[in-house]
């Protein structure tokens, strides 16, 4: 599977950021940006700012969850992207886990895009629903473990 029209899309900053703005807008507002994408792996970012900010004087969860949650689709859409069967994608579980104080940028990284594209592999070949847990683990400048996602999507074929 060699997305690199995807790929391309996903690491060219400007079009994704005005795809953000399109589909996205929160994701956007939120300055999130891609860091690293490959078919293996995903990294995005998300700055302490105004509107990321929480009472505490840290990223509000939601934001990172958001960080989180698109460095995990990023992997699924890449996969799906003008596949033959279409796939549908759906999160449907989000498991969270917090460290530490958010600050500063906060890196999440996915490295789950193998068993995404297994799960896509057979979920074309079958008319039955798969589900993949992947995790997304962010990090902050000083490369402490500041929280850890865990999503599950839910893939199926498009049958016509």
Do not use: H
Not at 42 to 51: A, Q, R
Not at 80 to 103: D, G, H, R, W
Not at 116 to 145: H, L, Q
Not at 147 to 156: D, N, P, R
Request: hydrophobic share 50%; glycine share 4%; with cysteine.
């Amino acid at each position: 599977m060699n997305n690199s029209k995807f790929q391309k899309f996903a690491n060219n900053n400007f079009l994704f950021r005005l795809y953000m703005l399109k589909v996205l807008p929160m994701a956007f507002l939120a300055g999130i940006r891609v860091k690293e994408f490959s078919e293996e792996q995903s990294v995005l970012t998300i700055k302490f700012s105004w509107l990321t900010q929480n009472p505490f004087r840290s990223i509000y969860f939601a934001c990172l969850a958001m960080a989180a949650e698109i460095s995990t689709g990023l992997l699924v859409m890449n996969g799906i992207y003008e596949s033959k069967p279409a796939v549908s994608m759906l999160v449907t579980k989000n498991q969270a886990t917090f460290f530490k104080k958010a600050v500063g940028k906060i890196s999440f990284t996915c490295l789950d895009g193998k068993m995404i594209a297994d799960a896509i592999d057979t979920a074309k070949k079958s008319s039955e629903g798969v589900v993949v847990e992947v995790k997304s683990i962010g990090v902050d400048e000083a490369g402490d473990t500041v929280a850890e996602f865990i999503f599950t999507w839910s893939l199926k074929a498009k049958v016509k």
